[in-house]
């Protein structure tokens, strides 16, 4: 499970520190967030492989954002786990009906919600299409791991979809602001310029793995994915 990512959403910090020690040992990274709007903006910038989202959050409830989320097509296949301790048979079927892929009650053993995790990513994974060939680039969106020839290529999950998309529309010139809708939804608030950070982030780790000169800047346009060098 290494380098797979688990976003924590909940507003009480014992949670969290306790959901996040047992993710860990199971060899999880994870990343924590105590309100739907934190939630959403680490979602954008640096999408996780799975959310547990507690029900009960102070802005807006962790339904409603499952709802979002699921309603984006940048996001509406994020594996989400919901928490609650609502344990009625009517609150399990708003849960899964907003689209949540499993739905877990509280107090719950933290080995059950380990293995609950794996599952639903095994799920998730095997449902995914199957392998990207761009050039020397192997995507697999199974793994989400790239591979440059023999080689590994190291990339943050930001960099990934970034690299999935740009490589299943090649040749085609993508303004900053169409990159920013695609990859981290139209319904995120940022900075163009957060695209100039991992575009420079995934060239390097594509030099770094031989591949250079796919990533193209067009001027006074956008980006490209080409394997033909300018």
């Not at 739907?36 to 409603?64: F, N, T, Y």
């Not at 994020?78 to 009517?90: C, D, F, G, S, V």
């Not at 107090?107 to 060939?133: C, N």
């Not at 575009?199 to 346009?221: F, H, N, P, W």
């Amino acid at each position: 499970m290494s380098n797979t990512r688990i976003l924590i959403v909940d507003d009480e910090s014992a949670i969290r520190t306790m959901l996040a020690f047992n993710l860990q040992r199971a060899g999880f990274e994870v990343s924590q967030a105590e309100d739907a709007g934190s939630a959403r903006a680490q979602i954008a910038s640096d999408r996780p492989d799975l959310v547990l989202m507690d029900w009960m959050l102070p802005d807006i409830s962790g339904l409603e954002l499952t709802r979002s989320l699921k309603r984006d097509e940048n996001f509406s296949d994020l594996p989400i786990i919901m928490l609650t301790a609502r344990t009625e048979e009517r609150d399990k079927i708003h849960g899964l009906d907003s689209g949540a892929d499993d739905y877990v009650t509280k107090p719950f053993s933290p080995h059950e919600l380990v293995s609950r995790v794996k599952a639903v990513l095994r799920r998730t994974q095997t449902q995914e299409s199957g392998a990207i060939v761009a050039g020397e680039l192997n995507i697999d969106p199974g793994s989400h791991r790239v591979l440059a020839g023999e080689h590994k290529v190291k990339l943050g999950p930001t960099e990934y979809r970034l690299l999935k998309f740009l490589a299943t529309h090649t040749e085609r010139v993508y303004s900053r602001g169409q990159l920013l809708d695609r990859v981290w939804g139209a319904n995120v608030y940022l900075e163009e310029r957060t695209v100039d950070v991992h575009i420079r982030r995934l060239r390097k780790a594509l030099e770094d793995s031989g591949c250079e000169g796919y990533i193209q800047t067009v001027r006074g346009v956008g980006y490209r994915f080409s394997t033909q060098l300018d």
